[in-house]
């Protein structure tokens, strides 16, 4: 009996969704600018490849759903990163002294 291709890589999937949610939720707060951090450099790595993915024109055409997916994962990955960047900066405003006013 063999596993279908598909369900195996749908299992993984699925199982890599639980595993990262349950990582992600027990995180304790010092340690959430670290992991954006490392969030946001799986992103850039992500364009990378998407850009790759948007430019290989396969079929031939400039519209194709390579082109189409990997515009989508652009867009994606950016507002990924853009946000991760925005957290961090919050989360490090958070550690800083704040200033005494001198009357």
């Known amino acids: 009996m063999e596993i279908d291709p598909f369900i195996f890589?749908?299992?993984i999937f699925i199982l890599s969704i639980f595993v990262g949610y349950y990582?992600?939720?027990s995180v304790t707060p010092s340690l959430h600018t670290p992991l954006m951090s490392v969030t946001n450099a799986?992103?850039?790595v992500i364009?990378?490849?998407a850009i790759i993915a948007a430019l290989a024109n396969i079929?031939?055409?400039?519209f194709s759903s390579s082109s189409f997916f990997g515009f989508f994962a652009?867009?994606?990955a950016a507002i990924n990163i853009f946000g991760g960047f925005l957290v961090t900066q919050r989360m490090l405003a958070m550690y800083k002294k704040k200033k005494k006013d001198k009357k």
Do not use: A, K
């Open 9 to 11: 890589r749908l299992s």
């Open 23 to 25: 990582v992600v939720w």
């Open 42 to 44: 799986i992103s850039s």
């Open 47 to 49: 364009i990378v490849g």
């Open 59 to 62: 079929e031939g055409e400039v």
């Open 74 to 76: 652009i867009m994606l």
